[in-house]
């Protein structure tokens, strides 16, 4: 949870969740694509780094350079200005996309998440990036990570995202492997009965694309 440290990563997770400011669409995905480059920043000191040396017109250094092959997947379409901010920074990554919606079979509370469309590189022995604004039931990701199978194992997966209800961050970490890891920039406690994110920001979807 990145919003207990003080930060300016604090501004732009108030402006997406204030009422007046998040009704902009156009800083609301600003934001979003901020708070990408900030965990993609963070997550990078992760990563596997060789020693390579650099030759300058003036001389040589050495430095430490991230070797992994990465692989950027955002699920459609909160997640699209998040992908900026990722790529923005690994402007290497191979890139994947896939699609998740809610279905309510009864028009009521309960639902199911679809999953019809992956594209997406092999994964195999690649370090995958998954991101999605909102982290709520958990149950996007597990689709998602079910949808992936027929991609290849990845060595390692990291989730970026920017809220995070503590029920689903359990949810996630009972159904992913062990290599996973989370970027979250802020934690909230509870879900409502619709599964919506307590107190949250609304609906990021709607926010940034109506
Ligand atoms: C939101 C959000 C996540 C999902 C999280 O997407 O962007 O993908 O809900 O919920 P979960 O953890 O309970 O599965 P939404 O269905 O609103 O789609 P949209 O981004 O296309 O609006």
Known sequence: DFSNENSILNQFIMEMRNVSIQKD??????????IGEILSYEMSKTLH???EVVKT????????????????????????PLHTGVINFFDKAENAYISAYRHHP???DDFEVIVNY??????????????????ATGKTLENVLKAFKSH?????????????????IEYIKDKFPENTHLW???VDEKLDSRGYILPGLGDAGDLAFG
């Open 25 to 34: 669409a156009m800083r609301f995905r600003k934001n979003i694509e901020r």
């Open 106 to 108: 009864d028009g009521g």
């Open 184 to 186: 979250i920039a802020a």
């Open 152 to 168: 290849g194992t990845p060595k390692q997966i990291h989730i970026l995202s920017i809220i995070g209800a503590k029920p689903g």
């Open 57 to 80: 017109p003036l001389g040589k250094k050495e430095m430490k350079i991230p070797q992994n092959d990465v692989v950027v997947c955002s699920i459609l379409r909160a997640a699209i």
């Open 118 to 135: 992956l594209a997406s590189p092999s994964i195999e022995g690649k370090t995958l990036l998954l991101t999605d604004p909102m982290l």
């Open 49 to 51: 780094f060789k020693t």
